[in-house]
């Protein structure tokens, strides 16, 4: 079965062709990270413009890419959110103005799902297995149990551990996207040289809002020259701790044979190498590639769904989010 994905939630515009949820025949992201550069984030109003501008021409290259056409897919696959709303209903509208003209089926995508079936790529894992969803907006650990039967154990209280990245890579003077580049930073710093605090929540949950203030209050008693790549390597190996420690735990205290990640966090080097030395319980982790968004993910997402009607959403369990509601609406209406 062969599933068109796309994926336009933030600042990337993004097309895939996956076989059988599984089989990645062409995966395209096209980013937009130098457009937003000079905002210090993502700008709403940008990200629209520029997917709007790519996206005809990204799709039909996919499938010249893969030597296919409409005719020969079997469903289209889009995400419906979490994400920016005036981002999502720029992939939205194409999804559903191609499901119409060639009669094919529409699958609307929850975006963190399609994060965790991002290690569905290229892989024969299968569920049961305890995640480590770990994103910009999102910090969860979720027990799957089946394709598509999850059950969320924790999630972040406040700041997302993305979030916390791209906050303190802004504190450093890094440019956008601050989380990337303090990874980068940090390679070059001593992850001992300053000693920050780890919040006391419920093993199952996360908190990252307190570690923020403290290295913000740091900074300003500093004095002007302090390594900046110390500090950098000194909260990464915090956060990296914190992920380590409590999905180990998890996967401990409910007896999962498997550890999963996922989300853009997932991609981050010294995260993977401590969770791979310190799990005595089988890791796995997404193909770097699959790590941040991209449409490979949504389209072995919409497989997954396929069969489940879209009335009764399998996906709300991730997020009551506004424009996953919004998209959803629109979903059912064109259905």
Avoid at 5 to 19: H, L, R, W
Avoid at 102 to 114: P, R, S
Avoid at 220 to 246: C, G, H, I, M, W
Avoid at 271 to 293: A, F, H, Q
Wanted: net charge neutral.
């Amino acid at each position: 079965m062969l599933i068109l994905g796309i994926e336009t939630s933030c600042d990337e515009t993004c097309c895939a062709i996956v076989e059988d949820g599984r089989r990645v025949i062409v995966n395209n992201v096209i980013s937009q990270i130098e457009l937003h550069k000079e905002f210090g984030g993502v700008k709403p109003s940008v990200a629209k413009f520029a997917h709007e501008e790519v996206i005809d021409d990204l799709i039909n290259k996919t499938l010249r890419d893969a030597k296919l056409n409409f005719e020969s897919l079997d469903a289209i696959a889009v995400t419906i959110g979490p994400g920016l709303v005036i981002s999502l209903l720029v992939g939205f509208k194409k999804a559903k103005e191609l499901s119409k003209k060639y009669t094919k089926k529409l699958i609307g995508v929850n975006h963190l799902y399609a994060h965790i079936c991002s290690n569905f790529l290229e892989s024969d894992l299968e569920p049961p297995f305890i995640c480590l969803l770990a994103s910009g907006g999102h910090t969860q650990i979720i027990n799957v149990k089946t394709f598509t039967d999850y059950e969320i154990l924790g999630s972040t209280l406040d700041d997302a551990c993305g979030e916390a990245f791209d906050k303190i890579g802004r504190l450093l003077g890094l440019s956008y996207p601050g989380g990337p580049n303090l990874e980068i930073l940090a390679t070059s710093g001593n992850p001992e040289a300053f000693i920050l605090p780890e919040a006391k929540v419920n093993p199952y949950d996360f908190s990252f809002s307190g570690l923020k203030t403290a290295v913000l209050r740091l900074v300003q008693k500093l004095p002007e020259n302090y390594n900046r790549a110390d500090l950098a390597a000194s909260f990464q190996e915090n956060v990296t701790n914190t992920l380590v420690k409590k999905i180990v735990w998890a996967a401990k205290k409910t007896n999962t044979k498997k550890i999963v990640i996922a989300g853009g966090v997932s991609a981050n080097k010294t995260l993977r190498k401590k969770l791979l030395e310190v799990s005595d319980i089988p890791v796995y982790m997404p193909d770097l590639k699959y790590c941040t968004d991209n449409a490979a993910m949504v389209a072995s997402a919409g497989y997954l769904l396929k069969d489940i009607p879209q009335d009764t959403d399998a996906m709300d369990v991730f997020a009551k989010d506004p424009s996953c509601i919004k998209l959803k609406t629109l979903l059912k209406a064109s259905s």
